[in-house]
């Protein structure tokens, strides 16, 4: 319904929600680019993996953000962020960024974010994102089917 022909491949979504599935997450490798001169991570670099990881989440729900704007003629705005830096990732580290939506509303969407370097958690947040008219006139009702798409990514364990 919502796909673009300039995408690039997708990293696969995780299996079927319910108790013990894992939430949706992509790899990020960590360059040079993302650091600091001692290769520590800056740290407004991991609200880029998080909107990296929730672009994914949606592309491979089916929803396309170039899409939807030109289409629905909406876009999501981040209206809010709560962010714990626990740890830093560093030069070279091969770090999993997750996406985990965990309330779904009209037009607000609440993601739990977390970026771990094997089973060690470096960053968590909590993201309120909200669906607006593209003119940024104001909210809008997302459209049911994406609604229900995102609820069914819902895990057991928080519904």
């Not at 998080?50 to 999501?76: H, M, N, P």
């Amino acid at each position: 319904m919502m796909v673009s022909s300039q995408t690039s491949p997708s990293p696969q979504p995780s299996p079927a929600r319910g108790e013990g599935a894992k939430p949706f997450s992509i790899p990020v490798r960590i360059y040079y680019e993302d650091t600091d001169v001692g290769g520590v991570v800056y740290y407004a670099n991991y609200l880029r993996y998080i909107e990296r990881a929730r672009t994914e989440w949606l592309r491979a729900a089916g929803f396309e953000l170039d899409v939807i704007q030109s289409e629905i003629k909406a876009v999501f705005v981040v209206r809010r962020v709560e962010a714990d830096y626990h740890s830093p990732a560093l030069l070279g580290n091969l770090i999993t960024v997750t996406a985990e939506p965990t309330e779904v509303g009209a037009s607000r969407l609440i993601i739990r974010q977390r970026i771990r370097r094997d089973d060690e958690l470096l960053f968590s947040a909590i993201v309120t994102l909200a669906f607006i008219a593209s003119d940024l006139s104001g909210p809008i009702r997302m459209p049911a089917a994406m609604r229900s798409a995102m609820k069914s990514t819902i895990s057991q364990a928080l519904a």
